[in-house]
């Protein structure tokens, strides 16, 4: 374990409690990932799991201004969600977005290459910072570059539309006064058009 890997379960763990489980897997290549999924029960509210990466953090991403950023995904959910899909799906975006060199912004679409749910319509994830969260969680700044913890949230295509036509910021301020529940995969779409 590296030292920004030992710093980033340091850190999540000072803030959402011990993780119950921390997973790793082999690629489809037999070859081990580069990094491991720590689940976190009641995180961020009671009922629900928050499942995050450690160890994508490893390897610093560079932005279109050719500074460098490191990353780590969380991906939230009512725990009844939480499957085993959910670990593959996260596995296989993180592992996409380390190959491709892939830098996170905020308010990016992301459409994987397996369904999100065989049971639910939500089809991309929107990256953006991780609300249900107090701030001191979004960033690790023990580490040069900092960690950024990006919130990986399922929605609809339609909503992805309308990110694409009105863009992120118009997106924001809908569910801000919408408020959806964005931990529910059977929650309604906030567009409707």
């Known amino acids: 374990m590296t030292p920004v890997f ?3 379960k340091r ?3 000072l803030n959402l409690g011990k993780a119950c489980l921390l997973s790793s897997t082999k690629d489809d290549k037999g070859q081990k990932m580069p990094f ?4 976190f029960s009641n995180q961020p509210s009671l009922g629900a799991t928050t499942c995050s990466t450690i160890g994508m953090s490893d390897t610093p991403f560079k932005q279109e201004d050719g500074s460098h950023v490191r990353h780590e995904l969380f991906f939230c959910a009512h725990e ?3 499957n085993d899909e959910i670990y593959k799906i996260l ?3 993180g592992k996409e977005l380390i190959q491709k060199k892939r830098s996170i912004k905020l308010g990016m679409l992301f459409e994987p290459k397996t369904q999100i749910s065989k049971d639910f319509n939500l089809e991309i994830f929107w990256f953006f910072n991780p609300v249900y969260f107090p701030d001191r969680v979004h960033i690790l700044e023990t580490v ?3 960690v950024h913890f990006a919130w990986m949230i399922p929605i609809y295509r339609t909503e992805a ?5 009105e863009g992120a910021q118009k997106f924001d301020e809908l569910l ?3 408020n959806p529940n964005l931990l529910d995969f059977q929650r309604d779409s906030i567009i409707s058009y």
Not at 36 to 39: D, K, N
Not at 161 to 165: G, K, R
């Open 144 to 146: 040069e570059p900092a």
């Open 6 to 8: 030992l710093k980033t």
């Open 36 to 39: 491991q999924i720590a689940t």
């Open 11 to 13: 850190h999540l763990e």
């Open 161 to 165: 539309n309308y990110i694409i036509q």
């Open 176 to 178: 801000l006064n919408k």
């Open 80 to 82: 009844q969600y939480i």
């Open 91 to 93: 596995f296989s975006v």
